[in-house]
């Protein structure tokens, strides 16, 4: 009988092992890579050369060093870094795109860091978002990087922010004009009267729901269209020429392509999700725009991306589970092992027939 019992406990503790390797397996490579076979088609078409791609990451707010004391610290850094690389990496490698456009917020304690913890946050980012091919990239800061939502503008913070990704308020890839807006400290540049090409409104802020800032950046930059980040959100929203508002609406994952017309009436403005499972939110993912025919229509999707907090209640659940052999281990030598109660019961002075009456005056009477 103790035999019998030893190898189911044998048999559970296999079945275990294999379920956390299974799980694990999962969670940190498997779901990443089938990912992409929910996404949308945005390849561009091939007989269109003058097809442009851009890629939009918003709000990594990769985590500091002050909301959770060590040695917790470094785990949650640890996993949040490893996903933002794993789901940049996929989207990357599925989009491949010509420019990158990162929306601010790219730290999560940027504004209140000292300098040397701010230096450190940069090496993160440039680690987790590494691209191995030439790229055109667009830094923006956030509120969370120089501050300006619920706390002074930092400008040892914004000075810092310019030096470190040093680029001009207009970066241009073929004949389309990223033109960087900050909501934060009400700045945006001015449109050259040569600019001819597709304008392309980025800022962390969104920029159309304030009545007069939003009025004097169209007036001063005349874009196709705007992008934003901040809310965490994925959606549009659409004015008409004369600054009303028409349409609000959420972009989902059963949402088809995005398509926006040159020239048109209206006006849109996106807001791109987080790319970060650390805000709380179930809507992450990466925004991915292509501009086809002479850039007269811009085609919009979001690259999903799976959900953390699922897998780490996975991990709970099976940590959970754990304890009670853990806990029972040396239950179970003592009955199983060499010396075991059980092994000395069942070979003491009357070998089994002792332990069988005993087993026997147990079982329940019988019911007529």
């Known amino acids: 009988m103790y035999q019998f019992l030893c190898r189911r406990r044998s048999a559970v503790a296999k079945f275990f092992i294999f379920a956390v390797f299974g799980i694990v397996l999962y969670n940190e490579w498997f779901i990443y890579s089938v990912q992409p076979i929910y996404w949308l088609d945005m390849e561009c078409p091939k007989d269109d050369i003058s097809c442009t791609k851009i890629m939009f990451i918003a709000d990594p707010q990769i985590q500091g060093e002050m909301d959770v004391a060590p040695p917790l610290s470094y785990l949650f850094n640890w996993d949040s870094d490893r996903y933002l690389k794993s789901t940049f990496r996929e989207a990357l490698k599925y989009f491949k795109p010509n420019v990158l456009v990162y929306l601010g917020d790219l730290m999560d304690e940027g504004s209140i860091s000292s300098m040397v913890q701010f230096h450190a946050y940069v090496r993160r980012l440039s680690d987790i978002f590494e691209v191995s091919y030439p790229v055109i990239q667009v830094w923006l800061p956030g509120d969370n990087d120089i501050g300006g939502e619920n706390e002074p503008i930092?400008?040892?913070?914004?000075?810092?922010?310019?030096?470190?990704?040093?680029?001009?308020?207009?970066?241009?890839?073929?004949?389309?004009?990223?033109?960087?807006?900050?909501?934060?400290?009400?700045?945006?540049?001015?449109?050259?009267?040569?600019?001819?090409?597709?304008?392309?409104?980025?800022?962390?802020?969104?920029?159309?729901?304030?009545?007069?800032?939003?009025?004097?950046?169209?007036?001063?930059?005349?874009?196709?269209?705007?992008?934003?980040?901040?809310?965490?959100?994925?959606?549009?929203?659409?004015?008409?020429?004369?600054?009303?508002?028409?349409?609000?609406?959420?972009?989902?994952?059963?949402?088809?392509?995005?398509?926006?017309?040159?020239?048109?009436?209206?006006?849109?403005?996106?807001?791109?999700?987080?790319?970060?499972?650390?805000?709380?939110?179930?809507?992450?993912?990466?925004?991915?725009?292509?501009?086809?025919?002479?850039?007269?229509?811009?085609?919009?999707?979001?690259?999903?991306?799976?959900?953390?907090?699922?897998?780490?209640?996975?991990?709970?659940?099976?940590?959970?589970?754990?304890?009670?052999?853990?806990?029972?281990?040396?239950?179970?030598?003592?009955?199983?092992?060499?010396?075991?109660?059980?092994?000395?019961?069942?070979?003491?002075?009357?070998?089994?027939?002792?332990?069988?009456?005993?087993?026997?005056?147990?079982?329940?009477?019988?019911?007529?």
């Open 154 to 368: 930092r400008k040892d913070k914004l000075e810092e922010f310019h030096a470190v990704f040093d680029q001009p308020s207009v970066i241009t890839y073929k004949n389309v004009s990223f033109y960087k807006v900050n909501g934060i400290t009400h700045s945006y540049p001015q449109a050259s009267e040569d600019d001819n090409g597709y304008r392309i409104v980025v800022s962390h802020y969104p920029v159309l729901w304030r009545s007069v800032f939003g009025k004097q950046v169209h007036d001063a930059i005349r874009p196709n269209v705007y992008f934003c980040a901040h809310e965490h959100k994925s959606k549009y929203v659409v004015k008409d020429r004369d600054w009303r508002n028409i349409a609000a609406r959420p972009i989902t994952s059963h949402d088809s392509v995005m398509e926006v017309a040159s020239g048109g009436e209206n006006v849109y403005e996106i807001y791109v999700p987080t790319c970060s499972y650390r805000m709380g939110t179930s809507t992450i993912g990466y925004g991915a725009a292509i501009l086809v025919n002479n850039n007269n229509m811009l085609r919009y999707g979001v690259l999903w991306s799976p959900l953390r907090f699922t897998a780490l209640f996975a991990y709970a659940i099976l940590a959970v589970c754990s304890m009670p052999p853990t806990f029972s281990g040396g239950l179970t030598s003592a009955v199983c092992g060499r010396n075991g109660a059980l092994r000395r019961r069942f070979n003491s002075d009357g070998g089994g027939e002792t332990y069988k009456a005993t087993m026997h005056r147990r079982k329940s009477p019988k019911l007529h």
